[in-house]
């Protein structure tokens, strides 16, 4: 049983410019890949983590409601944990996704429209039980894999301009001696 209670309701939702404030994140980990080019080297393959659509097929990236009473950062690293029951480090802010709701329409925000701050987390523990687990199933897969697997084409748009982009950038300098990574600074929606 889990120990963990996922958070539900609106009323503690953020709203701006008649959009609802939501936080997702696409976890992340490496894999030793098998197609090393000698025994003596191995190559690190980098997997994205997905989760099943409660209402329809095509699978996700935790994302959720982004809430007053935390940051953004916090929101994104909770539906981790609620959706898809995975830890980690939130690294990079990966950028801003406008996206309509077919289903949430409220006051708030009657059309339905929807502003998604996207992360990339670095999992470093799966949680062996999760608010969701009931209702999710997680899968972790290749970029490409994952690209062809995307119910949605905002998530799409988050992992190969966001998180492609970044972690290209990231691996080549992290690869590269004495050089050190600078973190972006999350702009305000």
Not at 79 to 103: C, M, P
Not at 149 to 174: I, N, P
Request: charged share 30%.
């Amino acid at each position: 049983m889990c120990d963990l209670v996922a958070r539900t309701g609106r009323h503690q939702q953020r709203y701006e410019d008649g959009r609802r404030l939501v936080a997702g994140c696409i976890p992340f980990r490496y894999r030793v890949s098998n197609d090393a080019t000698s025994d003596d080297e191995q190559k690190k393959l980098v997997e994205v983590l997905m989760i099943n659509s409660q209402s329809e097929p095509g699978l996700l990236f935790p994302k959720g409601g982004w809430e007053n009473d935390e940051t953004v950062e916090q929101a994104a690293a909770r539906e981790a944990i609620e959706e898809a029951g995975v830890r980690g480090d939130i690294v990079q802010f990966l950028g801003f996704y406008d996206f309509k709701s077919k289903t949430l329409q409220y006051a708030c925000c009657p059309e339905g429209m929807c502003r998604a701050a996207v992360f990339a987390l670095h999992v470093k523990e799966e949680l062996a039980s999760w608010p969701e687990q009931s209702t999710r199933r997680r899968s972790w897969l290749t970029v490409s894999e994952a690209t062809s697997q995307c119910r949605y084409q905002w998530m799409q748009e988050a992992l190969l301009t966001g998180f492609s982009d970044w972690h290209d950038r990231w691996s080549k300098v992290r690869a590269t001696p004495r050089c050190r990574t600078h973190h972006r600074a999350l702009p305000s929606p």
